[in-house]
Each structure stands twice: as C-alpha cells, then as structure tokens.
C-alpha cells in the first residue's frame, strides 16, 4: 500500500472515529496539448498523472453527509435534503457539489444515503494539474458504488463538470474530469469534446528516453473570476460571428474569412482555438507515425499562440518554456487553464536535471520565487482502491 493510502484510512479514523467501508482515488492530469478547445467542442490529449485525491466513505442512516480533508481544519455537513448547489462553499463544494449533481444527473433515480467521507492527495493545488477534478472524479465513482447510479464514465466525467459549472462557479470543460476518469497507464486520452468519443493512445515517453517535466510557477489562478470567463465568452461571439454552434466548425482555411467578420482581438481568440483543435490531431498523426520525439515543435507552437492570441500565459510562464527549451528540453508549452499554474516540458532523461538548473537559475535571475519543478508519468484513472 502506498503511503497516502494508508494515511487516508488512518485520516478517516482520527476525524470520525472506526474505520472507513471504502476508498477511491483519482488523478490530477497533465494536458499534453490542445487547450481552451474542450468548451469549443473541439479536442484536446490530456492524460492521467501519478498524483492522486484519496477519497475514504462511510455510509451513514441519518441522511446527513459529512465530509473533512488532510488540508482544511473545517468540518462541513449538509442533509441530503437541504443539498443544492448555492448552499454549498470553500473546497467541500467540489465534494458535495458532485453529490448534489449526481442526483440532479440522475433525475434522483438513486439510492440516496449520506456519508462520512474523508479526503486527501498529493496533487498539487493551483499548479494547473486540476486537483479539483482529482477531487471530484474520485468523489463521483465512491458515490457512484454508494447510490447504485450505475453511470459510466463518460456520464461521471460530465457529473464532476456540472458540479464545478455549478456548485463552484467555474465554467469550464469537460477535459480534466475526463483525463482523470478515462487516464491508463502510460497512454494519453485523446478526446473529441462534441462526442465525448475518446481513444487511448500510449505516449511511449520512456521508450524514446523522454520525461515529462513540470515546472509549477507558484503563480495562482482561479477559473471561477475572471479571464477564464471572458475568453469562453469571446470564443462564443466569435462563433457567433461566423454563424456556427461552435468554433469545432471553424476550420484554419475559414480564417481568412473570419477577419472580416469580427474585430481583432476576438479573431486572435479564434484563431488559438481553431490553430489548437488542427495541432491536437497533427500531435496525435505525429505519435503514431513518428514517435514522441517529433512532437516537440507542436507543443511549442501551442505556447506560441496562447502567449500571442489567446493571451493567457504570465511571464513566469513564458520564462519556464523559453529556459527549458534552450537548455535541451524538445518542447515545452503551458498547460491548463492559463493565468498562472504550470509549463511542461518534454525533455530527454538525461537532460532533466540540467533543464531544472536552468529553469530554477532563470527565476532567480528575474527575482521570481523558485519553482516547483518534477517529472510526471502516465498513470492510471479513478479507482477503487478498497
Ligand atoms: C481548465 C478547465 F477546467 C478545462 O475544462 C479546460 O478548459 C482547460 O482549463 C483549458 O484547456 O483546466
């Protein structure tokens, strides 16, 4: 058993007193590229990473949930009857805010009882590698078993989003719930957003001797406020301008026309989208023909047009790349939602320390707080672990 399994049963015990019935976990995830394109219904190719959210439960008789976390002193309780999106707050709204949206999923066609539940991870938070939809995925399958709702995976994926859409307020996608969910083993999850169709594709990082490298720039955002809104809305308008459902039926040889049709900054929002939906099926053409080694200018090209376009790097964020990639790494871009988090980068084995001297001597330089810098692997998706 690994140790923060261990420590979330033993968790479970401290804070309610006997043990738990059951324990789930799920992982954050890394977005190898395709970016801003999930709320487009276009695609992207996250995978699941070797950070997981534990999830411990309990059932209990009284209709009451309950549930305490390894990083908040709090305890939060709501009763399955007074359970809604707006009476829930703070970080227990992604646990109970998948209860609440389960049920409204299932239309209440569910064995409700409440719980006991305890939480803990080792994904780390505001790094960009979605510890809220580690969160919620591990939540959504324990609940899955607990309520007999029978949903499968894709459904659970879309249960975690309207809880994060609602009970959170951040209108975002479907692609981290997904990764977490869907993730396996050193494969990455290539998925259309408009069918929810996905395919697991193996990355073959190790065989070609490359790491994935993370460099968390401390810098902390919120989807919830803010530009992650504004540039969904401006994806909108540009769809709206070119009168389609949504920028999936936009293709790059439809640009030259979208010019004319909007002012600039909402053509260079489009423009990401459109650029970033083709190099998601170029970088999987690329894998499967050429390896992982040939993908290194895609992922460039993606920070490139979210620096330029879709304007959501930071400095820190641009400063991470650029470092890594002249000290060897083969591509490097942001990933995630934009404003702060983390840059990967796909770096030969035998450059990865070098790449962190790097990366930590630029940050220094600039006066920047030193960032987090580690190697990611493909693993596998929510699970029960007992
Ligand atoms: C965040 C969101 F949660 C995702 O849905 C996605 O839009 C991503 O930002 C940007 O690609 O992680």
Redesign the pocket.
């Known amino acids: 058993m690994s140790d923060l399994r261990d420590e979330t049963l033993i968790g479970f015990e401290d804070r309610y007193g006997g043990r738990a019935d059951s324990l789930w976990s799920a992982p954050g995830r890394v977005?190898l590229i395709?970016?801003?394109?999930?709320?487009n219904e276009g695609f992207?190719f996250p995978f699941a990473i070797d950070r997981r959210t534990y999830a411990a439960l309990r059932p209990r008789t009284d209709g009451v949930m309950r549930v305490m976390t390894s990083f908040a002193d709090d305890s939060v309780e709501v009763s399955l009857e007074d359970l809604g999106p707006d009476v829930l707050s703070g970080w227990s709204a992604y646990p109970l805010g998948v209860a609440w949206a389960l049920r409204e999923f299932t239309n209440g066609r569910t064995h409700e009882v409440g719980f006991d539940l305890y939480i803990d991870s080792d994904v780390p938070v505001g790094a960009?590698l979605?510890s809220?939809?580690a969160i919620e995925s591990a939540v959504a399958i324990a609940l899955d078993d607990l309520w007999d709702a029978g949903l499968d995976r894709r459904s659970l994926a879309r249960v975690g989003?309207l809880a994060?859409n609602r009970a959170v307020g951040?209108p975002?996608?479907?692609?981290?719930q997904s990764a977490s969910l869907l993730g396996q083993k050193d494969q990455g999850v290539f998925l259309d957003c408009r069918s929810l169709d996905a395919e697991i594709i193996p990355l073959g990082f190790e065989a070609a001797g490359l790491a994935l490298m993370i460099m968390d720039t401390g810098v902390s955002h919120s989807?919830a406020t803010g530009g992650?809104r504004a540039r969904?809305e401006s994806c909108e308008a540009g769809a709206k301008a070119l009168e389609v459902v949504s920028l999936r039926d936009v293709s790059v040889a439809d640009l030259p026309r979208a010019r004319d049709l909007m002012d600039d900054e909402t053509f260079r929002r489009v423009r990401h989208v459109v650029t970033e939906n083709q190099r998601v099926l170029d970088t999987v053409r690329t894998l499967h023909e050429q390896g992982p080694t040939a993908i290194g200018d895609l992922l460039d090209a993606s920070h490139r047009s979210m620096r330029d376009d879709f304007e959501i790097s930071v400095p820190e964020l641009d400063l991470a790349v650029e470092a890594a990639l002249n000290a060897g790494a083969i591509g490097a871009r942001m990933t995630?939602?934009?404003f702060g988090g983390a840059a990967i980068a796909l770096t030969p084995i035998d450059l990865v320390s070098r790449v962190e001297f790097a990366v930590d001597g630029a940050f220094a330089e600039h006066g920047y707080a030193a960032p987090g810098t580690f190697t990611v692997a493909a693993s596998q998706g929510a699970q029960r672990e007992h």
């Open positions: 977005n395709g970016e801003h394109t999930d709320y992207v960009g979605s809220s939809a989003q994060e951040a975002t996608g479907i692609m981290d989807h992650y969904r995630g939602g934009g």
